[in-house]
């Protein structure tokens, strides 16, 4: 069965370095998004990303985050200069399309922790 | 704005009792609802959906009806096990003001099985 696929599971950075986020979509898949989930909190939406450009964005996605697709297949999440509270489980997914009815597909999750 | 609201776990259960995780929702337009489960140390997994009103989705005996009347959209399965442990999340997704569909994720409910 297709999955999304997230490297590394778990991350430790210093705190003021870049770390990125490697997620691999499902391959026919269209609209990718990165979400995090702070520990114990919930679900947070960061990005939506479709036709090689950002379609939506949350306010916690600031000037220090960034994403790309650099290849046909990856897609990536980047923090230029990490804060502690950036610490968090951080969720790829993808999805055919957009509408309402379809369901988005996550991958396992890779944890960051800054230290 | 699209909002989830989900009960406060964890919530702890001997096995083969009923389950109910309570729901509720405020969205614009019609959303379409979910519920994902994500096991320790694994990602997010569709468990079931529903895309319009009195629609029920169910899957592995667990089952949620999407009532418009009370936005809400409980999940419940009748006799759960241990393998049932997990941490379950509400999610709708509806039209953003940008014109797209982004899944919106409650906090989720801790599940926690005892044999």
């Known amino acids: 069965e297709p999955e999304v696929t997230q490297t590394p599971s778990h991350q430790v950075t210093q705190m003021g370095q870049e770390v990125i986020l490697r997620c691999v979509p499902i391959?026919?898949?269209?609209?990718f998004y990165w979400y995090r989930q702070i520990l114990g909190q919930k679900v947070e939406f960061l990005v939506s990303?479709?036709?090689?450009?950002?379609?939506?964005k949350s306010e916690i996605f600031d000037d220090q985050f960034s994403v790309e697709r650099p290849d046909g297949s990856n897609f990536t999440l980047k923090i230029r200069s990490t804060k502690l509270e950036d610490s968090a489980m951080y969720f790829c997914?993808?999805?055919?399309?957009?509408?309402?009815?379809?369901?988005?597909?996550f991958g396992q999750g890779t944890r960051l922790t800054v230290v | 704005g699209n909002s989830v609201t989900q009960m406060e776990g964890p919530v702890t259960l001997s096995e083969e009792a009923f389950l109910t995780i309570n729901c509720t929702y405020t969205?614009?337009?019609?959303?379409?609802l979910f519920w994902y489960v994500q096991y320790p140390g694994e990602g997010l997994q569709l468990l079931l959906k529903?895309?319009?009103?009195?629609d029920k989705g169910s899957n592995k005996g667990f089952e949620a009806t999407y009532r418009k009347e009370t936005t809400s959209f409980h999940l419940e399965k009748g006799s759960v096990q241990v393998s049932d442990s997990a941490v379950y999340f509400c999610?709708?997704?509806?039209?953003?003001?940008?014109?797209?569909?982004?899944?919106?994720f409650g906090r989720g409910t801790s599940l926690i099985v005892h044999p």
């Open positions: 997914a993808s999805r055919y399309t957009t509408g309402s009815v379809t369901e988005a597909f």
């Open positions: 391959s026919n898949h269209l609209y």
């Open positions: 990303f479709y036709n090689n450009e950002i379609s939506e």
């Open positions: 969205a614009t337009g019609y959303p379409s």
């Open positions: 529903a895309t319009k009103a009195d």
């Open positions: 999610a709708l997704s509806a039209l953003l003001s940008g014109g797209s569909y982004i899944p919106t």
